[in-house]
């Protein structure tokens, strides 16, 4: 069919969407994330779809969840406020039958240096580890310490206030920076549009999770901060889809994911710039 060229390859979208459901905006009640997880991992589109990400508290919500379903099984990132959490989450997902770690992502408290890495050794021999990048000095240290390490980053995008939103400059310079020192990276909250925008109600300047894609590519293949900056502030709808269809899959190398409240927004979005099949919006309905 003619129009089955302007799709996407799915190996660019490949788990491409993390479910964080359960955290703001959001705020799925953690039984009807489980349900509603499970229903994705079932659907058309769940090639698209990565773990349910929850936090320690959450875990014993899931299990009951899943004791009330017998035979289900969900596969989780767990995501922390400090490195010191690790060891117990990990222990207490271990005893939740169905339910399988694939990953840690942890923050680092104010004022924690890369010392506090070494609480993530132990959980980096069962998981993969994502380590949030601060939005302040430390961050060229911690990503040194991340390349070295062989993990991963994580990079903050926003949030429910204004000043969570880092800047094109600011995440530009990140992406490079990362890219520079070989770290792969996922991205996670304020990233409910495929396009860069400016929110209405709240007036907050969103970046879109497409244009994240094109700027990781572009700092991938050395990219200055300017032009990386140049593929975050890009609006243009037809553009930014243009320029994603021709991206390199081998960006997913490097940029592993998003993390995402829902699922169905995204999933629309790209329905409605044609980048996926029109089959995938009636899936979700």
């Known amino acids: 069919m003619p129009g089955s060229r302007r ?108 010392d506090a890495l070494v609480l993530l050794e132990p959980a980096a021999e069962l998981v993969e580890i994502f380590v949030e990048v601060p939005r302040d000095e430390r961050r060229p240290t911690v990503v040194a310490a991340l390349a070295e390490l062989g993990w ?9 206030r204004a000043e969570a939103y880092p800047g094109e400059e600011e995440l530009a310079e990140a992406l490079v920076l990362l890219a520079s020192a070989a770290v792969p990276v996922k991205a996670t909250a304020g990233l409910h549009h495929a396009v860069r925008h400016t929110a209405e109600g709240t007036g907050f300047e969103e970046h879109g999770f497409l244009n994240l894609l094109l700027a990781a590519d572009a700092a991938r293949l050395h990219a200055t901060v300017a032009e990386v900056a140049g593929l975050l502030a890009a ?51």
Do not use: M, N, W
């Open 152 to 160: 991963a980053a994580k990079l903050r995008t926003g949030g429910v």
């Open 235 to 285: 609006r243009d709808r037809t553009r930014v889809a243009r320029e994603v269809r021709e991206a390199s899959v081998r960006v997913r190398e490097s940029f592993r994911s998003i993390g995402t409240c829902s699922i169905a927004e995204p999933l629309t979005e790209l329905a409605a710039l044609r980048l996926v099949p029109a089959s995938v919006v009636q899936d979700l309905r």
């Open 7 to 114: 799709l996407l390859d799915p190996l660019l979208l490949r788990r491409l969407y993390d479910d964080a459901a359960v955290f703001p905006p959001g705020d799925l009640p953690v039984a009807d994330a489980v349900a509603a997880h499970l229903d994705h991992r079932a659907s058309e589109h769940a090639a698209l779809v990565g773990p349910l990400v929850l936090a320690p508290e959450h875990l014993g919500e899931a299990a009951a969840a899943l004791a009330a379903d017998p035979g289900a099984g969900i596969e989780v990132a767990l995501t922390l406020s400090s490195p010191e959490l690790a060891a117990d989450a990990l222990e207490t997902a271990r005893t939740i039958p169905g339910l399988g770690v694939c990953a840690v992502e942890s923050a680092l408290p104010a004022g924690a240096g890369v």
